[in-house]
């Protein structure tokens, strides 16, 4: 286990997917993430990379060739090289290999680097392009936070506030696929009231989604954090059924159109990297 500590919070992560595993402010006693219980779903805060979503038949095709990944692509699932920068900052890096290359036909260096400041953490994507034709890819968070935060309070006395909108249109899913009709979900104040129910048939998935803050309070207290993003088109809302966690999800690119033909130039929200070129972008936790 990795740990990263100030004099406010303390985080811990695993090579296994670069991936956050707990989250506590010191001095509240609070954890903030999901422990992972098997029963309902093992991982804390996987990486998306270099797909998000699913593919149709979790098939794609570039340049006549057909090739195979599962949901969400398979940085989750690697062990990532580690750079200790300091005791608030690490670096998680990830290369191509010939398993990779195998599945997914593209020269890259995946940076995921963590820094704690005050009461922030910060996660930064880092994509850089080592080889000599356009590297394509999606990636995306998916870091689930403990819904309650404390044993004597319930999952409805939390809710969702949306900085920027008002109300929301969810694209429904259908076998790991993006429909295109949508529901729509009011925001009364900007808050959405957290219910079990809500995932019952997956994940709320918005591609119009104007908020770059999403905060998550409760009626019982003031403890919660905000959840900054900036310049990341898509999000996604989940947790498994009945389980008491929600997941921020992030995205920089998308799950397969339910009418989407393979073509991995022409799938929606991919991005085009050009050689020697560097990607970034960055979320925000804040716990109180």
């Not at 689930?144 to 935060?149: I, N, R, S």
Request: glycine share 6%.
């Amino acid at each position: 286990m990795i740990l990263l500590e100030n004099e406010t919070i303390k985080a811990s992560f695993v090579k296994k997917g670069a991936e956050l595993k707990s989250l506590v402010h010191k001095k509240i006693k609070l954890e903030y993430m999901w422990d992972a219980n098997p029963e309902f779903w093992a991982k804390t805060s996987p990486i998306l990379f270099p797909i998000v979503g699913g593919l149709k038949a979790d098939t794609y095709s570039y340049q006549r060739k057909s090739y195979t990944l599962p949901r969400h692509g398979f940085a989750r699932d690697m062990d990532f090289d580690l750079q200790q920068i300091s005791d608030t900052e690490v670096l998680f890096t990830l290369k191509h290999n010939k398993e990779t290359l195998a599945v997914y036909p593209f020269e890259f260096n995946l940076g995921i680097r963590y820094q704690l400041t005050g009461d922030i953490l910060s996660c930064s994507y880092e994509v850089l392009n080592p080889g000599s034709r356009p590297l394509l890819f999606s990636i995306g968070g998916h870091p689930a936070f403990a819904v309650p935060l404390k044993e004597q309070e319930k999952y409805n006395d939390y809710y969702l506030h949306f900085n920027k909108d008002t109300e929301l249109q969810a694209h429904k899913i259908v076998e790991n696929l993006i429909d295109e009709h949508t529901n729509r979900i009011p925001l009364p104040e900007g808050k959405l009231v957290l219910e079990h129910v809500l995932f019952y048939e997956d994940a709320l998935v918005f591609k119009t989604i104007k908020s770059d803050r999403i905060s998550i309070l409760n009626t019982k207290n003031d403890h919660g954090l905000h959840f900054d993003f900036k310049d990341f088109p898509y999000f996604g809302i989940w947790a498994a059924k009945d389980a008491d966690f929600v997941c921020l999800e992030p995205w920089c690119g998308i799950a397969d159109a339910v009418d989407h033909q393979g073509d991995l130039e022409k799938k929606e929200g991919i991005i085009h990297l050009n050689p020697q070129d560097l990607w970034k972008r960055k979320y925000e936790i804040a716990v109180f």
